[in-house]
Structures are given as structure tokens and as C-alpha cells.
């Protein structure tokens, strides 16, 4: 007689799912629970991030008429797919989500076979498709994978779907023949498997198939979910073929070359197989280092290519010059295969603080000049594309690296920013591939950046001075006795401030570079000399609203508690996001100055006293911070004083920057023989 399992285990919710669930902020949550004494008690998590009964809480919401109806009825069920365990089996249900939503039911083959959803799986799938009843299967996927996406995006890097419109662009560009067959070795979600069906999944004669393969089950069969959602893959599945395996050790697509490879292959593996591929016939240029994994991923690009067919590949600018991998490097431009190199701006992907570079493959020789001169490569530098004295940011303009890169691989017309050099003059002792290293800066962008640069620094130069001169003015007081101290934490029980930590950010829609309309900052931390970082406010005002993002208002204090990065910033340009090392103090301006509050707590002696000392990456306790009890007119002079010291800060900083591009300009000219005296 087999036992009775018992009823399954409560769902957990958090205080930022009860926000989304309630459709309210978080803090309005916060405050539930500090007025009402029949809010439901915490049954899990920590005393920093407590966990609720799900059924508890929406008994509460509804008994006190605050379970709003205009909420996405999602929203209540994400919880309860979070609360069936581990990633694997959240994501296997997902994906299960967008079969039946996509109509397919066939059970035991193809995407997703051997995942029998037990009972409350099953109850769970039934009432997804309910709420979804007549909305877009598309959007109601495509929310539930972003969710789960979102919830571990420190274990999955995406490719940004601009990115790989760019890159079914490019191959586009680089393929004139019809295309009949896409892979991704690395497919991951699908994200460019998708891309390229919408590029040629209705311009094919025939059906487009998709060929994919990745080390993680999970992913595939989401990668598989998202094909037939969005109508790419038959229902039958018979033009999709998708594989959970390791793709360099046991490649499933050998007999089916493709027509278009599309990948951004993992970077920097170590155990990608090198003893025991030693002997792979895939190594046609050479056998790749064990440093070198994205070189092996290159060849196998290479190798499954139909005659013909063209490989676009994201790699890190690494790869280009590396010395452990030149001799590969020089074997494919000798063979004619690697025909173009596009350095894309920091950003355009993870990891988002590098440039990242796309490799243009081509199977078979290049063709040589109808004059007989030796084939070329074709180098690009996309951060040309940049707006005018925008060149040291970091930001993308899609549109216009897009047009560029349009430019000089359809017309052959040699734009700013990019060249063609023969192959002979690049086989040399490094082989260096790198973009910036052949592409010539024009005399007139010199000239340009150097009146651009003389202008900066002047107005830094001014504003210096004048905070220099009020500055200067100050002198210790003689007064002996010390001033009373209270603690951060003391002020925050006594309601005079509110201590606000900062949360994971969705990732795929941080874009950096230049404000644009309708975009709020986001801040990760350090919090001077940072990127600039910008999410759509709608998305802020979302995030907001259902407390999964923190965002401040005007003259809140960011702190940035790491030791290694302590700083601290009243923020005048809210609403700022911030992110999981940072937090925000929110002061009641009726008894505290906030000017004066960032000041003390950045002393470094005040620091000091508050941190651990365990190692770089240990943080400062924010509410063992002591600042002197003052009048509230005190505080404001002192207030003052920390605005001037702010400036004089950050002017000092920007100089320095503006200094370096005015040298290296100078030097431009000066190597160019280019410089004289007015």
C-alpha cells in the first residue's frame, strides 16, 4: 500500500511578487505589513528578504479589497511555477507552456520528450492556458520565458535581439542564394535561430530548417518552444532539429550542411575537449590551444557550412590578436574563409564592458581581383557610426551601425571607420585582426575631437576654480568639544530615513551609451566612472510599480556599500534604477539635510568604523554610519559645503579624461607631422 505524499508545500511569495500580485509598489507592501497586525507572517526566506504563503497573502488581499483585477493574471501564476523547485524543472515547464500553447501536443518525441508533468504540473499548465484563454500565445510565451530568464540571469548570458537581427543581416548580405538550412551550435534559446526565421522563414522556395544544439536540455527545449510559438517549425517538427549534447565533442548536424551558421559561442572555456579532439577533421587550420576555445568553435562553424554558405560569429576582440592563435588565424585568410572582422561598441552583449567582435566565414576560396590581386579582408569599426563627440561613450546606435556595416559589405563603399586590406599584409608575425589597428583616424576627426576636447576642458577648468575658490576659503574650527553622533540604523527606527536596497536588472533591455528620450539611468555601482547605462522608462514605471526594479527620487543618497567601491552620491538626476550593490536612503527633508547626510557618511574615518576589514569584497554596513546630530539649519550649511566639494570632485575626474583624449589627439598630429604654432 503505497503512502499518501500529502498535500504539496505552501508557494512561496516574496515582497516584490505581492507588489506585482497587489499591482502596487513594494514599499506599499512594506507599509501593509508595518499597519496591519493580520498581515500574514513570513513562513520562509530571511529576515532581509522574508517569504509568504502565496494562498495566505491573496486571502488577505481579497478580505481587504486590494486584489486588483487589472493585473496581469500571470502575474499570480509565476509564483507558483517558481515555487516547483530548481531551474530545471521551472524551465522544462515553461517550455511545456509554449508547446500547448502553440498547439502542439504530441507527447513522448521531439521537443521536450520524457517530461511528464506530474499532477499540480499539469493543474498548473491547464490554468496558464486558461488565463491565456483568447491573448497572443506569443506574448503570454514570451512572458513567462522572460520571467525565467530574468530569475537566472546570472547562469544564462542571451544574445540582445538587436544584435541578432544585425547578425542575420550580415549573413544575409554575404548569401545571395536562396537559404534552405540555419544553424546555431550554441543555440541557447533560440534567440538567432529565431532571427533567422524571420529573415527567411517565408522567402525560402522551400521550408526553412532549423538546426540547433546546445550542452543544456532546458534551453533547447525552450529554443524549440519558441520556434513553434512564433510559427517558424511545422507542427509536425519535421524542420526542426534541435539537440541537447556538446556540440565539439559529439556535433549532431555533420550530415546536414547548413546554409547559415549563426552563434555566440561561450568564451574562454577550458574544458571544451582538446586531448581528446586532438585528431578532429574539423581542425583543417590547425588544432586549436587549449586557451583557444573560440578558435575551435570557429573551424566547427567552418566545417558545417554547405559550399558556399556563410558563418557570422560573435567572439571577444581577444580572439583577433592573441598570439596562441595567429597560425589558425592566418590559415583561414590564406584559405580565403574568413572574409570580414566588425568591431562592434562596448555593449551590444554581454559581457557589456567589452567591444565585441563578428566574424563574416564564407566556405570556399575568396574570389581575387579582376586584376589578379590577391584577395582582401574587410575590416569594420562600427563605433564610427557614433554621433559626433560621442566617441569615448559606449553607447549603439543600431541604425546607424546597421547602415555602416550595410554600406561597406553590399556596395563595397569604404566608409569612416573601415578598410579593406590584402590578405599578404596581414600575415606577419601577429596576425592581428583587430579593426582599430588598421583603420586610419582622419585628419579632419582629429581636428574635430581636438576643438571638441579644448572646449571641455576649458569649461572644467572654470567651474574648477570657482568651487576651488569657495573651498579654499574654509578653516578647521577651534572648537574642542566633540559633537554628539547617532547612527544611520537609529535613524532609520525613528523614521527619519528609509533605507531602500537596490535589485537584479533585466539585462536585455539595459542599453548604454547617450541619453535618449524617453530613458531613466541606471546605476550598478561603482558609481563614478561607470558606463551609462539607460533603461525605457516603461519599463522603469513597470518595475516600479510591481516592485521587482529600485528606483529613487529626487535628492535620494545612493551608497555603494562594497568596500573595494564605497562611495556615496545624492542623486539629482532621479528616477535612477539601481542596482544589487547599491542602495538608496530616502531622508525625511523635515529633520534631515541630504546633502549633509552623503557628506558624513562618505568620510573616510566614519568608513572606517563601519566596515568588516575581511577582505575587498566584503561590504560596508550602511546602519553602523554615524552622523553628528545637528539643527537642521547646520545641517543645511554644511549641506552647502558638500555640493562645492562635489564638484570640485568631479571636475577634477572629467579633466583628467578630457586630458588623455586632448594628448593622445596631439599626438596623432604631432606623429603626422601635422602641428604648428598659431
Known amino acids: 500500500m503505497s503512502k499518501n505524499p500529502g498535500p504539496p508545500p505552501p508557494v512561496l511569495v516574496t515582497l516584490a511578487e505581492i507588489a506585482r500580485i497587489a499591482g502596487v509598489g513594494r514599499a506599499a507592501v512594506s507599509n501593509w505589513r508595518r499597519r496591519h497586525d493580520d498581515f500574514p507572517p513570513p513562513i ?23 486584489l486588483k483585477a487589472s493585473v496581469n493574471p500571470l502575474d499570480r501564476l509565476w509564483p507558483e511555477y517558481e515555487s516547483l523547485g530548481d531551474r530545471e524543472t521551472t524551465g522544462l515547464l515553461v517550455a511545456r507552456a509554449g508547446l ?10 521531439g521537443p521536450s520528450a520524457g517530461l511528464v508533468p506530474d499532477q499540480r504540473q499539469s493543474r498548473l499548465l491547464d490554468r496558464t492556458l486558461e488565463l491565456a484563454g483568447e491573448a497572443d500565445a506569443r506574448a ?21 535581439q538587436q544584435l541578432a537581427e544585425l547578425m542575420a543581416e550580415v549573413a544575409g548580405l554575404n548569401h545571395s542564394a536562396p537559404v534552405h538550412a540555419v544553424l546555431d551550435p550554441a543555440c541557447g534559446t533560440g534567440t538567432l535561430l529565431a532571427a533567422a526565421g524571420r529573415r527567411w522563414g517565408s522567402a525560402s522556395d522551400s521550408v526553412l530548417r532549423f538546426l540547433g544544439q546546445d550542452s543544456d536540455p532546458v534551453l533547447v527545449n525552450l529554443a524549440s518552444a519558441r520556434l513553434l510559438v512564433d510559427g517558424f517549425a511545422k507542427k509536425d517538427l519535421s524542420n526542426l532539429s534541435l539537440v541537447a549534447d556538446d556540440t565539439l565533442r559529439r556535433a549532431a548536424h555533420t550530415g546536414t550542411p547548413a546554409d547559415v551558421v549563426l552563434c555566440n559561442p561561450p568564451a574562454n572555456e577550458r574544458d571544451w575537449g582538446h586531448s581528446e579532439l586532438a585528431t578532429d577533421p574539423r581542425w583543417v587550420y590547425g588544432q586549436p590551444p587549449r586557451t583557444e576555445s573560440e578558435l575551435a568553435w570557429v573551424q566547427h562553424a567552418v566545417a558545417a557550412l554547405a559550399p558556399g554558405g556563410v558563418a557570422v560569429l560573435v567572439l571577444p576582440p581577444a580572439v583577433a590578436a592573441r598570439r596562441a592563435g595567429r597560425r589558425i588565424r592566418a590559415g ?3 584559405a580565403g574563409v574568413l572574409r570580414a572582422v566588425i568591431a562592434l561598441p562596448p555593449g551590444a552583449a554581454p559581457p557589456y564592458g567589452v567591444g565585441l567582435h563578428l566574424w563574416i566565414l564564407r566556405a570556399g576560396p575568396a574570389a581575387e581581383e579582376s586584376d589578379g590581386s ?10 564610427y557610426a557614433m554621433p559626433p563627440g560621442a566617441a569615448e561613450k559606449t553607447g549603439i546606435d543600431w541604425a546607424s551601425v546597421t547602415a555602416q556595416v550595410k554600406d561597406v559589405l553590399l556596395s563595397g563603399t569604404k566608409t569612416p571607420g573601415s578598410i579593406s586590406v590584402p590578405i599578404v599584409d596581414l600575415l606577419d608575425e601577429q596576425v592581428d585582426l583587430t579593426p582599430a589597428r588598421h583603420i586610419p583616424k582622419t585628419r579632419a576627426a582629429t581636428i574635430a ?5 579644448w572646449s571641455r576642458f576649458d569649461n572644467h577648468l572654470s567651474e574648477l576654480r570657482q568651487a576651488a575658490g569657495v573651498l579654499s576659503e574654509l578653516a578647521p574650527t577651534e572648537q574642542d568639544e566633540a559633537v554628539p553622533l547617532i547612527g544611520i540604523g537609529e535613524l532609520e527606527r525613528a523614521g527619519a530615513l528609509e533605507i531602500r536596497a537596490g535589485q537584479g536588472l533585466p539585462e536585455a533591455l539595459v542599453r548604454r551609451g547617450e541619453r535618449q528620450e524617453g530613458e531613466a539611468r541606471v546605476l550598478t555601482g561603482p558609481l563614478f566612472g561607470q558606463p551609462e547605462l539607460w533603461l525605457p522608462v516603461s519599463a522603469v514605471a513597470s518595475g516600479r510599480q510591481d516592485g521587482s526594479l529600485t528606483v529613487t527620487a529626487s535628492q ?11 562611495d556615496v552620491q545624492v542623486d539629482t538626476d532621479a528616477p535612477s534604477v539601481l542596482g544589487p550593490q547599491l542602495s538608496a536612503l530616502r531622508v525625511n527633508p523635515a529633520v534631515l539635510d541630504p546633502w549633509f547626510l552623503a557628506g558624513c557618511l562618505r568620510a573616510p574615518a566614519n568608513v572606517r568604523r563601519a566596515g568588516t576589514h575581511a577582505s575587498t569584497t566584503s561590504r560596508i554596513d550602511v546602519r553602523r554610519l554615524q552622523v553628528p546630530r545637528l539643527p537642521l539649519e547646520e545641517q543645511r550649511r554644511y549641506g552647502e559645503i558638500h555640493r562645492k566639494i562635489t564638484v570640485f570632485e568631479r571636475e577634477l575626474q572629467d579633466m583628467k579624461k578630457v586630458g588623455a583624449e586632448l594628448g593622445r589627439s596631439l599626438g596623432d598630429l604631432l606623429a603626422a607631422g601635422q602641428l604648428r604654432h598659431a
Do not use: C, M
Request: proline share 4%.
Open 100 to 109: 500547448r500553447l502553440s498547439g502542439y501536443e504530441s507527447a513522448g518525441a
Open 374 to 383: 590577391p584577395a582582401e579582408l574587410t575590416l569594420v569599426d562600427t563605433t
Open 332 to 334: 583561414l585568410l590564406r
Open 556 to 566: 535620494d543618497i545612493v551608497v555603494s556599500a562594497l568596500a573595494r567601491a564605497f
Open 44 to 66: 520562509g526566506g530571511t529576515d532581509t528578504s522574508p517569504q509568504f504563503s502565496l494562498t495566505e497573502v491573496e486571502e488577505w488581499l481579497r478580505r481587504e479589497n486590494k
Open 140 to 160: 503570454v510565451f514570451t512572458t513567462l520565458l522572460e520571467r525565467w530568464l530574468r530569475t537566472h540571469v546570472r547562469q544564462i548570458t542571451t544574445t540582445p
Open 449 to 453: 575631437d581636438l576643438r571638441l576636447f
